[in-house]
């Protein structure tokens, strides 16, 4: 491998951030020389890609590096598989396209100069044009579509707003204003509401700048960086290696290409990836490195510590066979896929959804508050109370499937109900044990290993289904995906729901025994798994409180590097990571250009 070009900025990466600040900076400033460099493929109108519809079936594709956690006692013995985008665009690529935004007092509880909630209005503005509402804190005119889509499941929708408010939830408001909490909404999606297409970082930042042939700006693919190479702490250069055709390898490593880097050297491979391209460089712990054969350049404990992820879970129901589900169109259903060919080039169809058009942000009641337990109690007297703009669950009903759609009896109609855990207290860590960057990490999720984590599971799996159960067009509960109840329980899942003379003021809340909320405990044990939404592995703290950048986003005890990507946020946030994902890159590119004495183009306040 050769490279003859000196750029002034390398960006290790082109994930979600990664390629708003390689974007920004080319764009705003031509006179600076920019080189990302990429471990995947181009992504440039890939099918797979900016077909939101695929969502489902390119989790097994090569556009996924997939990493497995160790087994966990807390979860049965499983060893549970955590990906990450692989390829242009990173995990925007490849992820769920939902429409979260995190809470105002998720970004004040980081606790850094210029990362508070009002310093980021700008760049939340600044990414996005929204179609679906308007207000003080929405974009009208960024990269990133904001939209419905371009499918919606009206039977599913309306009988979910029927459900939900029957439960005494709100529903209709805009729940992504950083402040509202405790209701539902129609879902928007990262899609654009014209062409159907999926909103990655790809395709709205960087692919426009290298097709329009931008002269400062270079992408190299297939090609890992191996370490960053670091002078008396000052980075000077990357060595960079072919990818391996494998997601990892036990193959010895060729010989490394050094690329030097004039100005600055950006880290943005991702939550599960920038701590062990620090730890390769000599940075972090120095007993990790030690074991792994790694000389210490910079004593930084906190590296590859602190992770944060959010569980997910979801039970399965039968419905009505006139709602229209994609599983058809997944297993090639030949009439199903004709139909959503012929409306994919308008913008419709089956191909312009991700299959989440209700959704809402949650918390418990007083009454339910009281069955959670003193330890949950405790911590929400502490944490939650004071923050009313905080979920405990994210809830949302989608028309896809969580499972396999193959364990589940053929010819019938199903949909998932599905949760997420916000705000787990449990962490992980994520370290090297090789130099080789092609060696599979030690990835220790560390799920539910603090006992606080179970409440909101146990009653997130409650109205969740008290949801469904609500839902008209809902036929009978897939008892395989629901909790082994004790004989004779009342919470027994009901494999057929009679809907005749329907009637949802008749509907009552299941009651659940003590012995019934350890079967769901132990369900959610066995089942839960990530949200794919890792982060706070690089922690921005100061180094003493395990942290490992700086404000200004620069590596502690070093000098001309940053880390910018999620694994930077100190704290968990209340929502899909895509948003806040963006929101970091957008921040970055600003503090990038500072750092460089550089101003970005002040017209450049949106659209590329």
């Known amino acids: 491998m050769t490279f003859s070009c000196e750029p002034d900025v390398i960006i290790c990466g082109g994930g979600s951030a990664a390629c708003i600040i390689a974007a920004r900076l080319a764009k705003g400033t031509p006179r600076l020389n920019?080189?990302?460099?990429?471990?995947?493929?181009?992504?440039?109108?890939?099918?797979?890609?900016?077909?939101?519809?695929?969502?489902?079936?390119?989790?097994?594709?090569?556009?996924?590096?997939?990493?497995?956690?160790?087994?966990?006692?807390?979860?049965?013995?499983?060893?549970?598989?955590?990906?990450?985008?692989?390829?242009?665009?990173?995990?925007?690529?490849?992820?769920?396209?939902?429409?979260?935004?995190?809470?105002?007092?998720?970004?004040?509880d980081w606790n850094q100069p210029g990362w508070t909630y009002e310093d980021l209005v700008p760049m939340m503005k600044k990414l996005e044009t929204c179609h679906y509402t308007s207000g003080p804190n929405h974009g009208t005119w960024g990269p990133i579509a904001v939209s419905y889509g371009g499918h919606v499941e009206k039977t599913v929708q309306n009988d979910g707003a029927a459900a939900v408010q029957d439960m005494g939830y709100n529903y209709g408001g805009d729940m992504q204003d950083f402040h509202s909490c405790g209701g539902f909404m129609p879902y928007a999606k990262y899609i654009d509401p014209v062409t159907g297409h999926r909103q990655d970082t790809g395709h709205r930042y960087l692919h426009p700048l290298l097709c329009a042939g931008y002269p400062n700006l270079k992408v190299l693919f297939n090609t890992t960086v191996k370490r960053v190479v670091l002078e008396n702490g000052v980075a000077v250069a990357v060595e960079v290696v072919p990818s391996s055709a494998e997601p990892f390898s036990d193959k010895p490593m060729p010989a490394a290409t050094t690329i030097s880097a004039k100005k600055l050297v950006i880290v943005s491979c991702g939550s599960l990836a920038s701590p062990p391209l620090l730890e390769r460089s000599g940075v972090g712990n120095p007993e990790i490195l030690k074991a792994a054969g790694v000389e210490t350049k910079i004593a930084l404990p906190g590296v590859g510590e602190n992770l944060n992820d959010h569980y997910l879970l979801g039970v399965v129901c039968e419905v009505d066979e006139k709602v229209e589900t994609p599983e058809p169109l997944y297993v090639k259903d030949v009439e199903c896929g004709k139909k959503a060919e012929a409306l994919w080039p308008t913008g419709k169809g089956l191909w312009t959804t991700n299959t989440v058009d209700l959704a809402g942000k949650i918390r418990p009641t007083e009454k339910q508050l009281s069955k959670m337990g003193a330890p949950f109690k405790k911590l929400w007297d502490e944490y939650y109370a004071p923050r009313a703009d905080k979920p405990v669950v994210i809830s949302a009903i989608m028309t896809s499937l969580l499972c396999d759609a193959s364990i589940l009896p053929a010819g019938k109609n199903y949909f998932s109900g599905a949760y997420i855990s916000c705000y787990p207290q449990s962490k992980g860590s994520v370290h090297i044990t090789s130099p080789s960057c092609y060696a599979h990490p030690r990835l220790d999720a560390n799920y539910a290993s603090n006992p606080v984590d179970i409440p909101p599971l146990v009653w997130g799996y409650k109205v969740t289904r008290e949801i469904s159960r609500r839902m008209e067009c809902v036929l009978g509960e897939v008892a395989i995906c629901h909790p082994e109840f004790p004989a004779g329980s009342k919470a027994a899942p009901q494999p057929a729901i009679d809907r005749n003379n329907f009637d949802i003021k008749k509907i009552k809340d299941l009651e659940y025994t003590e012995e019934d909320d350890k079967a769901i405990e132990q369900w959610a044990r066995n089942n839960l798994m990530t949200t794919w939404h890792v982060l706070g592995t690089c922690a921005m703290r100061p180094k003493e409180k395990g942290g490992v950048v700086d404000a200004n986003l620069l590596v502690h005890g070093t000098r001309n590097l940053m880390v910018a990507d999620m694994s930077i946020a100190p704290e968990n946030v209340g929502s899909n990571t895509y948003n806040t994902a963006m929101i970091i890159g957008e921040k970055a590119a600003t503090l990038a250009a500072e750092f460089l004495g550089v101003d970005l183009d002040s017209k450049l306040v949106g659209r590329l």
Do not use: C, W
């Not at 006692?73 to 598989?81: D, E, K, Q, S, W």
């Not at 692989?86 to 105002?104: D, E, I, P």
């Open 34 to 108: 920019i080189l990302v460099i990429e471990a995947g493929e181009n992504s440039l109108l890939d099918p797979e890609v900016i077909r939101p519809g695929n969502f489902k079936p390119i989790q097994s594709t090569k556009r996924l590096k997939t990493y497995e956690s160790i087994a966990s006692p807390h979860l049965g013995g499983r060893a549970v598989p955590i990906s990450q985008g692989h390829g242009l665009g990173g995990s925007s690529a490849v992820n769920f396209m939902m429409y979260t935004r995190a809470s105002a007092s998720d970004y004040n």
